[in-house]
């Protein structure tokens, strides 16, 4: 079993920054597990923002965040971060962290990969 526990959300104004944390802990190794961000808006599906393989090497981005957000890991804290600029009023959304064996199957992008969710944290964006 594993926790995770995203902080670091808020209300900022367009343009602004912000330092999504998941923290991970329980029996799961984090160093072995791939892990991801996912947001949620209102009335809408889940969707995909960015993933990090369990080694660090390869990292993937949803089209809407890519040269705006970056995803990074502290295998020595067991956390994971999204480093999240340039924000839009369309970024809002709950964010989600998510972490997955790297032995599980399907892409990294589907939220069917992931074992074990955070409870969410929430981005506000204004115009």
């Known amino acids: 079993q594993v926790q995770l526990v995203e902080s670091g959300g808020g209300l900022v104004q367009a343009g602004s920054s912000l330092r999504l944390s998941c923290a991970a802990s329980?029996?799961?190794?984090?160093?072995?597990?791939?892990m991801g961000w996912f947001r949620q808006a209102p009335g809408k599906e889940r969707e995909f923002v960015a993933a990090?393989?369990?080694?660090?090497?390869?990292?993937y981005y949803a089209d809407s965040v890519k040269g705006r957000f970056t995803i990074s890991r502290d295998i020595a804290k067991n956390t994971v971060y999204l480093h999240m600029n340039s924000l839009k009023p369309e970024d809002t959304a709950v964010y989600y962290c998510?972490?997955?064996?790297?032995?599980?199957?399907?892409?990294?992008?589907?939220?069917?990969?992931?074992?074990?969710w955070g409870q969410g944290t929430q981005v506000t964006v204004s115009s």
């Open positions: 329980g029996r799961t190794s984090f160093s072995t597990s791939d």
């Open positions: 990090i393989r369990w080694h660090g090497g390869t990292i």
């Open positions: 998510a972490a997955s064996p790297a032995t599980n199957y399907g892409a990294v992008s589907s939220g069917q990969r992931y074992d074990y």
